[in-house]
């Protein structure tokens, strides 16, 4: 019976590799290529421990920076990339275990898949044993990939040779970091009812992940801990509380201790332990989070597609707008700090914020931050179009246009939407940023050394164009080729974050960044022709979804 | 009411996908007030000519015209007067069955009715299908999906019902409830099409059926009209008949003596029949075995057999009065005169060997 019952993991394990196979390929190789392009363009930038050095002197001094990147890890090419890249990365490996599993598992519920397979002698509990292996076996691969990324330093530098247990130390603990999120994700996908809410609350905790990180790196910095050369940090506690933090705090090219690692793998065991508990208590299919008690009439208000859009989003873009506000708070929270951050070189602050002479430390630090809430602001926009496709695959839309309603107008409604969720994201966000300022309610620029109401707006809104053009852009792809809209939704903003956000980190050419539409979000008041080109283009995008679609088949 | 006018009418429909042509030359008439069943076998482009009816599909050739307008380029307008049921309902997961329900009636504009009567009708056939609104679309079997469905396209006046397949998942009284429910807008003057499997709902509300097949029409008419393209069967106890008596009759056809009792006996006759097929070589044993042919040379077993035996033969629906009086002539005994069924009329339809 035992032999019967590896086989049939064996066979579910399999299915998973297979039906993953592209995804986590592209997952995994395209984390590597990252890795080993940025790693390139480090050694590049940054030849000697000097030009180093004063980079992490800069950093350490600003802990803005710190919240964004990571914890400096001496001067050495592997340290010092280590210290650019790794939260980054992780943030990667936790969202590919979030999706990873996720898929796996709830999704499978939902579809009644799941049901299929448990009605086997496969039972409920293998197919989420199988899940945990693949998750493992995924960033097993991934950590691997990066250690060989961090090993090609070493590849025609002449000044140091590769540090082997540096990267393979590094490739461990970003493998730890994605176990731990497979654990998390396991156990929100047991405790959530919707695949689409298990992915969001999980998401968010990966991004809580690396903002807790930087938080208790830049509290540390703040707190005076930095070292003699004022290129070391001690984390202040929020670190420990996340994993990446606890890869962070792996040192490998410095201290290189393995143990908080770990955590990692205990926090891992807790979860995955938890998640089979809640399973094994829980009807399949069911969830944690009961079914309420529900309206047995629509409010009068339920009477369009656009209130349709509304009632079926409303819930996802409070999400996206908490996480807006989160970030908000960060700016709120952080600005005084550093604006009294005493050895300011605002340098590479000002190179982030786009290069305004008279903008102020804080607007700029205003500014870096909405440029991250902007990406969640397209995010928005990217899911209300991403529903339109959803609605069509579930046989809903078809529904909707057998009555009275033309296929333009359908989609008219979830643009619409999509729109109030941009401005929803980045109003929650400048509202709570503001707030936190106590900033004066002026024009932007008007304290210098501050940050006014109006340089909060001012940094929101200057995001709202790109997300815009995101929103009408996919309209336009899902008009064209529904099929792709998902891969090129999310596929597009992950590729406009990495080359637009963090391009010229990652050494990536300038005509290729400009690709990106958030390397052209107005960086200045001043300076709105990008916008006015990205508004224009959006609107074009829109119209012409709207045309086409007059024309096709939807359902 | 309108009769003769054509709510409905496709000529040489044509719809492809790719290289499979879905609809191939499809014909349908539905005159306004008709209760028109459209039957096929699974594959056949039922729902494939929904979807152009509804304007959700563009037809690839020929012409679709509803009401006298194109269901495409008209699509919107049309659907005021149209309630569909779709064959495979889907909700939204998190929306109750009551707020799809207002959600779609809405959508529809009330079909030119008031709001309030809108409400009470949906109230009435909430309750008249003891369906629970309140629960989550997710939530619901098949048959409350469907129920969903129903509900929302009988709230509303309509001058056009479009329905596919739309008892699948119901329960029996449930679909007496929609028997009723169909009476009464066709009563009100309301045309439907009814895509359906179910023969005994097509026989009891449909004045006139089109058969599809391959994206074609293969027949269409009245009940009535397709029975008359079948035959009747009669059969009756052989006793001592001899074959050159039973030979005698006329319009005969498929003339046959079968052993029809018990399993037991139907084992036996198989045993007889191809005994007969290997001497014989006139016996013929048909489809699983359980219907059994031997001529009577087959059978020169004990008399009670022979009792037991019964003579089958068809004879066209139109000429079952000119058997009687050669039937009365033989003296026969255990007649029975059975008129074609629907099931009969659809093998013959949905077979391969057409």
Redo the contacts between chains.
Sequence with gaps: MSAGRAGRLQVLVRQRLRRDRAQLLIWVLGTGVLAAGSVASVVKTYGTPQDRAGILQVAVANPTILVLRGLPDGTSTGGFAFFELFAFLAVLAGLMSTFLVVRHTRAEEETGRAELIASTPAARTLPTVATVIVGVLANVALGVVVALAFLTIGVGSGTSGADVAGSLLTGAALAGVGIFFVGAALLVAQVMRTSRGANGVAAALVGAAYLLAGIGNAVGALGGATGAAGIDVTSAWPSWLSPIGWGHQVHPFTTANALPLLLDLAGAAVLVASAFAVQASRDSGASLLGARAARASARRLLASPLALAWRLQWPTIVGWAVGGAALGALVGALGPAVQSAVNSDAAALRQIGGGDPNASIVSLFVRAVFSIIGVLAAGSAVQAVIRLRQEQTAGTAELVLAARVSRATWMLGYLIVGTVAVIVVLGSAALVAAALLGADAGPAGATPGSATAGDVFGAALAQLTAALLYLGGLALVFSLVPRATIAVGWGALAAGTALGLYGALLGIPQWLRDVSPFAHSPAAASDWSGGYWMLALAALAAAGAAAVIRRREVV | MGTGTIAIETQSLEKHYGRVRALDGLDLRVAEGEVHGFLGPNGAGKSTTI?VL?G???ATGGSARVFGRDPWRD???L??G?A?V?G?????????G???????G????FGGGSAAAVRRRRDELIEAFEFD????G??YSKGNRQKV?LIAALQTPADLLILDEPTSGLDPVMEAVFGREIARVAAEGATVLLSSHILSEVELLCDRVSIVRAGKTVETGTLADLRHLTRTEVSFARGGLTDAQLASLPNAHDLRTEVGRGVAEVGRGVTEASRGVAEVGRGVTEAQGARVTADGSAADGATDERAARRVHFTVDSDDVASVLPALGALGVTGLTITPPSLEELFLRHYGDDL
Excluded: C, F, M, S
């Design positions: 979807r509804l959700l599909a563009r699509a919107v307008q659907h005021r149209i569909y779709p495979d309902v889907n909700l939204w997961p998190n929306l109750t009551g707020e799809a329900v207002d959600l779609l809405r959508l529809r504009g609104p309140t629960k989550k997710r939530a469905a």
